[in-house]
């Protein structure tokens, strides 16, 4: 079975600043994707960045990138620069890379930008 | 825009009465999730399915839950004999024939349903 922890219930941060969202997982799995999704108000689910457990390098997706610690099981998430339109829901994610490809996700964190 | 096509956007029901929940899945994806969201909650897996056939019923309420994606038309998720514990946010995602291990599942806009 797969778990997601993220221990932050709620952050604020001023505008400009960096933040990290916080993301631990369980699985007994060696392959495994992991996902980041922002739910903004209007409640839409958006895809942010991707992490595959055999990737060596980092992902980045713009002012988005994962930071992956495989050995203590953490793919945290670190936006720069923040802005105003960052304030949303983000929720991290897991799959199985091979077989069931459901998705478990955690119980996210609202991050709110200050002005 | 051909992403994940939901309907309707909100859906209120009495208790006791049947919802059915569309998605239309994106162009060229033959695979098919549903996710019930609670408020204040991630999102949970209800089932899985690919064109007439269900992969993984494993998240589903054994009773009144019923989903489905025949050969032609959009996917159904279907609640019959709705209860107040129903109300909650239900997204559909879909994702491509080929499982690419870093090809996400794109979410539609989801569908709110209250019951009264």
């Known amino acids: 079975a797969q778990k997601i922890t993220q221990t932050q219930p709620g952050m604020f941060v001023q505008e400009k600043e960096a933040v990290t969202l916080d993301c631990t997982y369980d699985?007994?799995?060696?392959?495994?994707?992991l996902f980041w999704y922002k739910q903004p108000s209007s409640g839409e689910m958006i895809f942010l960045i991707y992490q595959g457990s055999y990737d060596e390098q980092n992902a980045t997706e713009g002012r988005y990138s994962l930071n992956f610690q495989k050995a203590r099981k953490s793919a945290n998430l670190v936006i720069s620069a923040s802005q105003l339109g960052d304030s949303a829901m983000y929720f991290c994610?897991?799959?199985?890379?091979?077989?069931?490809?459901?998705?478990?996700f955690g119980t996210g964190t609202r991050l709110t930008i200050i002005p | 825009n051909a992403g994940v096509m939901q309907n309707p956007r909100h859906l209120v029901r009495r208790r006791g009465q049947e919802a059915r929940l569309r998605c239309s899945p994106m162009?060229?994806?033959?695979?098919v999730y549903w996710y019930r969201q609670l408020p204040e909650e991630g999102l949970k897996f209800m089932v899985y399915?690919?064109?007439?056939?269900?992969?993984?019923e494993s998240g589903m309420p054994k009773e009144r839950f019923s989903a489905e994606f025949p050969k032609e038309g959009p996917s159904i998720l279907r609640i019959q004999q709705v209860v107040r514990g129903d109300s909650a946010a239900y997204f559909c995602?879909?994702?491509?024939?080929?499982?690419?291990?870093?090809?996400?599942?794109?979410f539609g806009d989801g569908t709110r349903l209250s019951i009264l």
């Open positions: 699985t007994s799995d060696q392959s495994y994707g």
């Open positions: 399915l690919q064109k007439e056939n269900i992969i993984d």
């Open positions: 162009k060229g994806h033959s695979h």
């Open positions: 995602a879909s994702s491509p024939t080929s499982t690419v291990s870093n090809q996400p599942q794109h």
């Open positions: 994610a897991m799959r199985e890379l091979f077989g069931n490809e459901k998705l478990t």
